[in-house]
């Protein structure tokens, strides 16, 4: 049932958060009231009076006079239980400040434009709980609506200051979102003026549900990325299946290799056992139909880390299944990864789930709940120059969790940058607090943020608390890159392989390169992404001039091509750094136009050697490489720009908004 509330009044009070003075009337006796200013507000409270408004539960502007038969009036068309005589606040701005504990992140704020606005505009911001000071200004400046705060039109600026201390009372550390009994929680509105804010209305719905269980320390994860040996155990002697297909996996990459089969010797070439606990391993991997998993988990003793590759438990809705096969793990003491995952990759260890071989030994991790989609990221990755610590797929994340897979990952010496897919957030606070903990750069894809939807609410707080926007939240507190696409994850990994351990001495972000019309597009590319173009200095005008560069600004166009001097981007380069430091310099070149009169490609190679001398003399800068329309190029051409770029520790790009989603990444983390 939720607090009535002249009751959530009571602790905000108690808290110090600045209330209406009022009276409570149970019997009809509005004597009470009479030490209260006009004009007085007369609301309504009992059983299901939760949105006053709509139910014509509140009447402002009265006079004493005038509430007896108000409340008569109301109490004959609503079934009510008591009144709350109130002094009505003076006008100002309306705002909403609103607590919701979410299923997978647990507390979060929402602020934003309120009164009967509040849905309506739907400028709000949110925080996961606890927030700093500067989360709360944070979230008051990203608003549309911020310029009301301070003063519109020839009105007075709000006094911030009390609100920001409102909302930190309320979600800050030891705020009330750590007293209440949450469900749902809202002040609307709150009326900031400027001299001060009261809350004019509030409502708490208490949680039908405890919050969810911390996690515990972490486990050692090496023996599932590098086992000693490996079991599989689902393969078969006479109708070969996905147990088969990982046995020839695993066999080609040479790691020590038995399968579990209950009558054969041996399977494919591998030698059998008839158990899994005959099986001297450190990883298993089941494929054996949903029903029998748990059947054979539990015959695991001894082996630390067990995959199951099999669906058909909670995405199915068969979640008793996946109750089972956890239970069955923890009876035989190891670790279960999935169920509904491909499994693990990492090359030092020679794991892997995807064919085609083993790739370089690197330094980029990744964690994802999907395993289609981690092999295609491995295998394109690859492609274009990732190299690969550990990769590890979790399915249903039934046991193993991303967020516990993450607090591993950030000690491990191998890994400097990581990269997430996830869908559903299981353990969510833990994982934001691992996000938030970390020292390396994430980057974050989600799936189906947008399909998800707003969660039903009893108040405008919960309605307007979304999964998508609560991901955001999550991206903007901890410093995490949060991409749209399978594309910017990649493109944002390449990025931290490349410059996630450079230090940078500068900030802000130069363009460079040849066509007016890209630079108008580069332009638009980096806006969009939320990246700014600083003007140039003004003192670098008259070298440029030398150089035969029009100064014109960032994006700065730069004459090169097949027949220009391949150094001159380099020139403009250093002629600018000398006199600001960049972040980030992105140099871009058109491919096509080196090979559209049938141009050598030896003009694009020495383009990118230039570039990549411009990295060389800027250490505290990172270059990133834009090779636009490549297509255009020979067999081999731009395999070559890569391998000339990437010796000198460049990221290449084959568009601008992709290098605009990696340089906004690199920002985000803030790479020191």
């Known amino acids: 049932m939720s607090a009535y509330e002249h009751e959530v009044k009571a602790l905000l009070r108690e808290a110090g958060v600045p209330v209406p003075r009022g009276v409570v009337v149970g019997d009809g006796d509005f004597g009470a009231a009479g030490e209260l200013a006009e004009p007085l507000v007369l609301k309504a409270f009992g059983p299901g009076l939760v949105h006053k408004s709509e139910a014509g539960a509140v009447v402002l502007g009265l006079r004493h006079g005038e509430l007896a038969a108000a409340a008569e009036a109301m109490a004959a068309r609503l079934e009510v239980a008591g009144f709350l005589v109130e002094e009505q606040a003076e006008a100002g701005v309306e705002l909403i400040v609103g607590l919701v504990r979410d299923p997978g992140f647990g507390p979060v704020v929402l602020a934003g434009l309120g009164g009967v606005w509040a849905e309506a505009l739907a400028d709000t911001a949110l925080r996961l709980c606890p927030i700093t000071e500067e989360d709360a200004r944070g979230m008051l400046a990203s608003l549309r609506g911020a310029a009301l705060l301070r003063g519109w039109r020839g009105g007075p600026p709000v006094d911030v200051d009390a609100l920001v201390g409102l909302l930190v009372t309320v979600a800050g550390p030891g705020g009330l979102w750590e007293r209440l009994e949450l469900g749902e929680f809202e002040l609307n509105p709150v009326i900031?003026?400027?001299?001060?804010?009261?809350?004019?209305?509030?409502?708490?719905?208490?949680?039908?549900?405890?919050?969810?269980?911390?996690?515990?320390?972490?486990?050692?994860?090496?023996?599932?990325?590098?086992?000693?040996?490996?079991?599989?155990?689902?393969?078969?002697?006479?109708?070969?299946?996905?147990?088969?297909?990982?046995?020839?996996?695993?066999?080609?990459?040479?790691?020590?290799?038995?399968?579990?089969?209950?009558?054969?010797?041996?399977?494919?070439?591998?030698?059998?056992?008839?158990?899994?606990?005959?099986?001297?391993?450190?990883?298993?991997?089941?494929?054996?139909?949903?029903?029998?998993?748990?059947?054979?988990?539990?015959?695991?003793?001894?082996?630390?880390?067990?995959?199951?590759?099999?669906?058909?438990?909670?995405?199915?809705?068969?979640?008793?299944?996946?109750?089972?096969?956890?239970?069955?793990?923890?009876?035989?003491?190891?670790?279960?990864?999935?169920?509904?995952?491909?499994?693990?990759?990492?090359?030092?260890?020679?794991?892997?789930?995807?064919?085609?071989?083993?790739?370089?030994?690197?330094?980029?991790?990744?964690?994802?709940?999907?395993?289609?989609?981690?092999?295609?990221?491995?295998?394109?990755?690859?492609?274009?120059?990732?190299?690969?610590?550990?990769?590890?797929?979790?399915?249903?994340?039934?046991?193993?969790?991303?967020?516990?897979?993450?607090?591993?990952?950030?000690?491990?010496?191998?890994?400097?940058?990581?990269?997430?897919?996830?869908?559903?957030?299981?353990?969510?606070?833990?994982?934001?607090?691992?996000?938030?903990?970390?020292?390396?750069?994430?980057?974050?894809?989600?799936?189906?943020?947008?399909?998800?939807?707003?969660?039903?609410?009893?108040?405008?707080?919960?309605?307007?608390?979304?999964?998508?926007?609560?991901?955001?939240?999550?991206?903007?507190?901890?410093?995490?890159?949060?991409?749209?696409?399978?594309?910017?994850?990649?493109?944002?990994?390449?990025?931290?392989?490349?410059?996630?351990?450079?230090?940078?001495?500068?900030?802000?972000?130069?363009?460079?390169?040849?066509?007016?019309?890209?630079?108008?597009?580069?332009?638009?590319?980096?806006?969009?992404?939320?990246?700014?173009?600083?003007?140039?200095?003004?003192?670098?005008?008259?070298?440029?001039?030398?150089?035969?560069?029009?100064?014109?600004?960032?994006?700065?166009?730069?004459?090169?091509g097949p027949l220009g001097r391949a150094g001159l981007v380099a020139d403009v380069i250093a002629a600018i750094t000398r006199r600001r430091p960049y972040r980030d310099v992105v140099a871009h070149v058109n491919v096509q136009a080196f090979f559209t009169y049938g141009y050598a490609a030896e003009p694009l190679h020495a383009y990118a050697r230039a570039v990549a001398g411009a990295q060389d003399a800027l250490p505290g800068t990172r270059v990133t490489l834009v090779t636009r329309n490549g297509d255009c190029a020979p067999e081999g051409v731009e395999d070559e720009v890569r391998r000339i770029a990437a010796a000198a520790g460049i990221p290449v790009y084959r568009s601008m908004e992709a290098a605009a989603a990696a340089v906004a990444g690199g920002g985000r983390h803030g790479v020191a």
């Open 192 to 560: 900031a003026g400027p001299s001060g804010v009261v809350a004019a209305d509030a409502r708490l719905l208490p949680a039908a549900t405890p919050a969810p269980a911390r996690a515990g320390p972490p486990a050692d994860f090496l023996p599932l990325f590098e086992p000693r040996a490996v079991a599989v155990v689902g393969a078969s002697t006479t109708r070969p299946g996905f147990g088969n297909l990982f046995l020839g996996f695993y066999r080609d990459a040479g790691v020590p290799l038995v399968a579990v089969h209950p009558e054969a010797d041996e399977v494919s070439g591998v030698p059998a056992v008839r158990s899994p606990a005959l099986a001297k391993v450190d990883y298993a991997l089941v494929a054996v139909p949903a029903g029998r998993c748990a059947d054979v988990v539990r015959q695991t003793h001894g082996i630390p880390f067990v995959q199951v590759m099999s669906g058909g438990f909670g995405e199915a809705g068969r979640h008793e299944l996946e109750r089972d096969l956890v239970e069955a793990a923890r009876a035989a003491g190891t670790r279960l990864l999935g169920p509904n995952c491909m499994g693990v990759y990492c090359p030092r260890g020679r794991q892997t789930f995807v064919g085609g071989g083993i790739g370089p030994a690197g330094s980029v991790a990744l964690i994802s709940q999907s395993g289609g989609l981690a092999g295609e990221v491995i295998k394109v990755g690859e492609r274009r120059g990732l190299a690969f610590s550990r990769v590890a797929t979790v399915g249903n994340a039934a046991d193993v969790t991303p967020a516990e897979l993450l607090r591993w990952l950030s000690g491990d010496p191998e890994t400097r940058a990581v990269g997430l897919y996830l869908e559903d957030p299981r353990g969510g606070r833990e994982l934001y607090e691992a996000l938030r903990a970390t020292d390396l750069p994430v980057v974050l894809l989600v799936g189906g943020r947008s399909g998800q939807g707003q969660r039903a609410a009893a108040s405008h707080t919960g309605g307007l608390v979304s999964d998508r926007r609560i991901w955001e939240a999550v991206a903007e507190q901890a410093g995490v890159a949060l991409v749209s696409g399978q594309d910017d994850l990649i493109g944002v990994l390449a990025y931290f392989q490349a410059h996630g351990s450079r230090p940078v001495s500068g900030d802000g972000v130069l363009v460079v390169g040849p066509s007016g019309g890209a630079s108008v597009l580069a332009a638009d590319a980096f806006d969009a992404a939320g990246v700014r173009l600083d003007p140039l200095p003004d003192d670098a005008h008259d070298e440029l001039r030398g150089l035969g560069v029009s100064a014109t600004g960032n994006p700065l166009e730069v004459p090169v």
